[in-house]
């Protein structure tokens, strides 16, 4: 069965400075990747998705996502935070297309 | 467009009694899923269907947990009889067509006391 780890439960980081959130899925022939964000008391919103093509996915707000099938990984960036970026952010796999399995989300502190 | 809609935003009840989540679905997308999030498991994806036609249940947890999906703009989770380990937040989400993204209500939080 697919699994999902996100390696950082947790990631302070000063406002304006790069962040990396890290992803990383057991191996399968091919899958289709998703990073969500998730605000205090709602539901999560897609940031960005993978399903095949240029490994660099660009997202919303500023996201973006590199594809690595040989690390299986696909780990989240932005350049330069905003306290609003402030949320948790969930990566999802899913081999048929349909049934997602999320990590266990990284809380992105971003601080002034 | 309105989003996925799920009602009650909050519910609190006592042990033993029934618990009835319901989730509208964005109009046009013909996939549901319900999913159930926890501190101790995370997001967990309980059950989903297709074209109304529940497809895969082997997240439902227990009998006492059941979902239906009698139209294409309704379902229904149901829980009996409730037990405090049911407390979670549950979200519904819809999308449309496989491989696409999946759309999330804001979710029910519940709790059982």
């Known amino acids: 069965a697919q699994s999902v780890t996100q390696l950082d439960s947790q990631v302070p980081v000063f406002e304006e400075a790069p962040v990396e959130l890290r992803c990383n899925y057991s191996?399968?022939?091919?899958?289709?990747l998703f990073w969500y964000v998730q605000y205090p008391n709602q539901g999560l919103q897609l940031l960005l998705k993978?399903?095949?093509?240029?490994?660099l996915v660009k997202g919303i707000n500023g996201f973006e996502a590199e594809f690595n099938k040989s690390q299986t990984s696909f780990h989240l960036r932005k350049p330069s935070v905003h306290i609003s970026d402030t949320a948790e952010y969930f990566c999802?796999?899913?081999?048929?297309?349909?049934?997602?399995?999320f990590g266990a989300g990284t809380i992105l502190r971003v601080k002034s | 467009d309105a989003g996925v809609i799920q009602s009650p935003r909050h519910e609190v009840t006592e042990m033993g009694q029934e618990v009835t989540l319901r989730c509208k679905p964005i109009?046009?997308?013909?996939?549901l899923f319900w999913y159930r999030q926890t501190m101790m498991r995370g997001l967990e994806l309980l059950i989903y269907?297709?074209?109304?036609?529940?497809?895969?249940d082997s997240g439902m947890p227990e009998d006492r947990f059941s979902a239906k999906m009698p139209n294409a703009s309704f379902s229904t989770l149901k829980i009996q009889p409730s037990e405090p380990r049911d407390s979670a937040v549950y979200f519904c989400?819809?999308?449309?067509?496989?491989?696409?993204?999946?759309?999330f209500g804001d979710g029910t939080r519940l709790s059982i006391l």
């Open positions: 989400a819809s999308k449309t067509g496989s491989n696409q993204p999946q759309h």
């Open positions: 191996s399968s022939v091919s899958v289709y």
């Open positions: 993978y399903l095949s093509g240029s490994t």
């Open positions: 999802a796999v899913s081999d048929d297309g349909n049934k997602l399995v």
């Open positions: 109009s046009g997308h013909d996939y």
């Open positions: 269907f297709n074209n109304n036609v529940p497809i895969d």
